[in-house]
């Protein structure tokens, strides 16, 4: 997965958005128009170096993830209006992409909060709620940690979304960047133990600190085997990805002590009986907080800022929600 480590260069990854009250068209890209602020915003900055370092296939990757971003599906065009091939190589020098939100999605796209790839790590459990959430994870998981299977007395119960985001947020986001036709993946309290894992206590402060990330294949942009040529394309994987110890050049991170307790691009252990296992809503959101955390692009940031921070509050929420159970319908339908 390193065979393109020494490609030069960053990729600028542009992103279609909107506020939330416009309604005008999305706008076409040609080799004539410059993509700009009103439709088109710089989102993401990444040095190409690094992309082969999360996946075989670079396009796919920056697919799924500034869909993620955009809560919702879409597109990579080059500036020249021609849709990326997704299966190509990273090329030298610096380049531009931009995702152009499926016309059929408009309506459910709901951006991600940067807010979230702020740091926050969870202390000890001292409430009955936190309690009970140790407890569930530590049995769901089988009392040892889902990614080095350390045992349960060097473990910590994790939340994916921040505990001090509290039940309002969960819910918000849930419901608004959710997938699932019958809102199964629709969560209100910030203590259901599908809001975590048990983890590691090193993995629980690096998961707190957003340098650690867990991506699901099959997704709406990759298959498994776009992550491993041997495994399935619809092989369901939880992939886990240490951004830190990746990106960071110092050399405590390649000795094989840290690489055993953070073996990154292998896939964790889920449990038997996934009932009460996360939905991919959550880790999803936690993955692309970390993309955010390391490379985001501050008009991105600005933008919304701007438009749609109050949207992660229950009651500017209620008008967007409509709209998303109204496209969950509609997909439904038409199956």
């Known amino acids: 997965m390193d065979n393109d480590l020494k490609v030069q260069g960053k990729l600028m990854v542009w992103l279609e958005i909107f506020a939330p009250s416009a309604k005008e068209n999305s706008k076409a890209i040609h080799a004539d128009n410059e993509p700009n602020s009103s439709s088109c915003i710089r989102c993401l900055k990444i040095p190409k170096a690094h992309i082969t ?8 990757w920056i697919r799924f ?8 599906t879409g597109m990579l065009y080059w500036k020249d209006g021609e849709e990326v091939d997704y299966d190509a ?6 380049t531009n992409v931009c995702f152009v939100i499926d016309p059929a999605e408009r309506e459910r796209a709901f951006p991600l909060d940067p807010d979230l790839a702020n740091a926050h790590v969870t202390t000890g459990a001292t409430s009955t709620r936190r309690a009970d959430f140790r407890d569930k994870l530590r049995e769901r998981d089988g009392a040892t940690c889902v990614v080095t299977r350390m045992p349960a007395e060097l473990c910590e119960a994790s939340h994916l979304i921040s505990h001090n985001k509290g039940d ?20 209100d309290d910030i203590d259901d133990c599908r809001n975590g ?8 402060r690096q998961l707190g600190s957003r340098g650690i990330g867990f991506l699901v294949t099959p997704n709406l942009a990759m298959s498994s085997n776009d992550m491993n040529p041997e495994w399935d394309a619809d092989q369901p994987k939880c992939i886990f990805h240490d951004f830190r110890g990746t990106l960071d050049p110092s050399p405590a991170f390649a000795l094989p002590v840290y690489r055993l307790s953070h073996p990154h691009n292998q896939p964790i252990r889920v449990p038997v009986g996934r009932n009460d ?16 955390k390391y490379f985001f692009h501050k008009e991105f940031v600005e933008f919304v800022n701007a ?24 997909a439904a339908s038409k199956k």
């Open 65 to 72: 993830v500034t869909g993620c971003i955009a809560g919702s």
């Open 307 to 330: 438009h749609w921070k109050d949207r992660y509050t229950q009651n500017e929420a209620i008008h967007t929600r409509s709209d998303r159970d109204k496209a969950n319908e509609d």
């Open 89 to 94: 190589d990273l090329t030298p020098g610096d």
């Open 53 to 60: 370092k999360f996946c075989r296939k670079p396009y796919k």
């Open 277 to 292: 296992w996360p939905p991919r809503v959550l880790f999803d959101a936690v993955y692309t907080s970390v993309i955010m």
């Open 197 to 204: 894992l048990y983890l590691y206590m090193s993995l629980h």
């Open 168 to 187: 309002e947020y969960i819910d918000v986001l849930t419901r608004n960047r959710g997938r699932d036709p019958d809102n199964a993946d629709h969560i």
